[in-house]
């Protein structure tokens, strides 16, 4: 008979439960599964996790690795070997078991260009006892949200705009337009963004022209 007609190919055989041990691995399992006696049956499971152990050396230090090391095993055995396992065993059902859907922040501010971090900034100034501390939180905020608005709105921005943004955002508790102070001038931040986005340019700039002239091998 040609050698070629006797060849196995992948595609005939059956699907590798874990792939990463390898198909003589998944043999090894198999045969675990089909021993009878049980005393023999559990003497080679203890072997398999032992050589499963020695092909990840550098996971021993991580908690629960041989808890680990088991569940993979009943896995590759379809969940059919019997054997005294020292941990919990996994069930084909909990394994499949959805889990339950996560709980998200469902937060639709008004003024999505501000964030979200603006208001529970606002909400801290707010439970401040007045004087000079909460005076210079409630500046600052609103300087932040200056800042943020620029980013979105390139041109200038009125600060009346954004103190009456403040006063809406905090029910009323802060209102900045009574003390006639003025913010940060709109150029100045433009100016620093226009600085940064320079200088980011320039040190790539400067990576590019170093690397010419150097020999490549």
């Known amino acids: 008979m040609n050698a070629v007609e006797t060849l196995e ?36 499971a203890q072997s398999i996790i032992s050589v499963m152990g020695n092909l990840q050396p550098h996971l021993r230090d991580v908690p629960d690795f041989q808890h680990k090391l088991w569940d993979q095993l009943f896995i590759m055995s379809d969940f059919k070997l019997d054997v005294d396992s020292p941990f919990p065993i996994t069930t084909k059902e909990m394994l499949q078991q959805r889990p339950d859907p996560l709980e998200y922040p469902q937060n ?18 707010v439970k401040w006892e ?12 609103a300087n932040h949200m200056k800042k943020c608005y620029l980013n979105w709105n390139k041109d200038t921005v009125d600060d009346q705009v954004i103190f009456d943004h403040l006063y809406e955002l905090s029910d009323g ?11 940060t001038e709109s150029g100045q931040f433009l100016k620093n963004k226009v600085a940064k986005s320079n200088r980011s340019t320039s040190g790539k700039k400067s990576q ?3 690397s010419r002239g150097k020999k490549r091998y």
Not at 112 to 122: A, D, H, L
């Open 9 to 44: 190919y992948n595609t005939e055989r059956t699907k590798l439960i874990i792939p990463e041990y390898g198909r003589h691995f998944q043999k090894m399992v198999d045969y675990c599964v089909s021993i009878e006696d049980p005393e023999e049956r559990n003497r080679v």
């Open 108 to 125: 639709h501010p008004k003024y999505r260009f501000y964030g979200n971090n603006i208001k529970r900034m606002i909400d801290v100034a």
């Open 130 to 141: 007045k004087g000079a501390k909460r005076d210079g939180l409630e500046y600052a905020i």
């Open 173 to 183: 508790e802060i209102d900045l337009a009574s003390d006639g102070e003025n913010l």
């Open 208 to 210: 590019r022209s170093s």
